[in-house]
């Protein structure tokens, strides 16, 4: 997220952290119970890992979420 050098405190919009690159996207504890902190997607940093190696499923994003991770990935991918 962008930090704002004088205060070291981040730099908000809507009362939202700006993410630092285009190609993150913040996923908030606040509205996924199963998040242990704030997190971000980092679409450049897609990995793939087998179905065998998940052992449980914490929980999954919303539709509109979703869709906007997919737009970020986009534009990583162009």
Not at 22 to 48: G, I, P, W
Request: glycine share 2%.
């Amino acid at each position: 997220m962008k930090i704002n050098k004088q205060d070291n405190k981040p730099i908000l919009k809507n009362g939202r952290p700006i993410p630092r690159f285009n190609s993150h996207y913040f996923l908030f504890k606040q509205k996924y119970s199963f998040l242990d902190s704030d997190s971000a997607v980092m679409t450049e940093a897609l990995r793939s890992v087998s179905k065998i190696r998940l052992t449980k499923r914490l929980g999954e994003i919303s539709e509109e979420d979703y869709k906007k991770v997919l737009a970020k990935l986009k534009w990583v991918t162009q």
